[in-house]
T-cell receptor
Framework: AQTVTQSQPEMSVQEAETVTLSCTYD???????LFWYKQPPSRQMILVIR??????QNATENRFSVNFQKAAKSFSLKISDSQLGDTAMYFC????????????FGQGTELSVKP | GAVVSQHPSRVICKSGTSVKIECRSL??????MFWYRQFPKQSLMLMAT?????????EQGVEKDKFLINHASLTLSTLTVTSAHPEDSSFYIC?????????????FGDGTRLSIL
């Protein structure tokens, strides 16, 4: 079975600081994709970053980067220069290639950026 | 690009009423749409996967007769909660993908908050 685990229910960070959100997953498949989604108080799900499992290079999107450790099945998200607008619920998710791309979400981490 | 519109954003209705929620991809054709349910402070739970022109695939434990899904065109999927009861109150979110396969990300609607009195 495919599972995604986020072990940090809540985190906080000072504005302009760096924070890392943890995510581990479990799958027996080789071809899969990993995502981080952000859900602000408005409740809309916003794609933050995406990683293809066959790529060794860690994905980056401006202030957001991932540390993808395939052997350890770990996929953490680093937010640099945190901004007040980063305050949101963050969900890690995986999608298996031969399962129609269904997203399996972790439990979420509620991030608060403090001024 | 890749905008998904979900309507209505909020519904309050009496027990026993059927409620229809629409999910539209505005600027792309969605081969696959997904419906999720989210309880407060919890993660998204996939309810069903819908492909245009075919029957939806429901996740285990989701009642097909309670949650009717129709994907009549490449830009529209609907979720109908039939004979809704208070326990059906929740936040329902749809997503759409414009290409087959896991590589393409899902683009989400803004969600519908359903409250059954």
């Amino acid at each position: 079975a495919q599972t995604v685990t986020q072990s940090q229910p809540e985190m906080s960070v000072q504005e302009a600081e760096t924070v890392t959100l943890s995510c581990t997953y479990d799958t027996s498949e080789n071809n899969y994709y990993l995502f981080w989604y952000k859900q602000p108080p408005s409740r809309q799900m916003i794609l933050v970053i995406r990683q293809e499992a066959y790529k060794q290079q860690n994905a980056t999107e401006n202030r957001f980067s991932v540390n993808f450790q395939k052997a350890a099945k770990s996929f953490s998200l680093k937010i640099s220069d945190s901004q007040l607008g980063d305050t949101a619920m963050y969900f890690c998710a995986s999608a298996i290639y031969n399962q129609g791309g269904k997203l399996i979400f972790g439990q979420g981490t509620e991030l608060s950026v403090k001024p | 690009g890749a905008v998904v519109s979900q309507h209505p954003s909020r519904v309050i209705c009496k027990s026993g009423t059927s409620v229809k929620i629409e999910c539209r991809s505005l600027d792309f054709q969605a081969t696959t749409m997904f419906w999720y349910r989210q309880f407060p402070k919890q993660s998204l739970m996939l309810m069903a996967t819908s492909n245009e022109g075919s029957k939806a695939t429901y996740e285990q434990g989701v009642e097909k007769d309670k949650f009717l899904i129709n994907h009549a065109s490449l830009t529209l999927s609907t979720l109908t909660v039939t004979s809704a009861h208070p326990e059906d109150s929740s936040f329902y979110i749809c997503s759409a993908r414009y290409e087959e396969g896991a590589r393409q990300p899902q683009h989400f609607g803004d969600g519908t908050r359903l409250s059954i009195l």
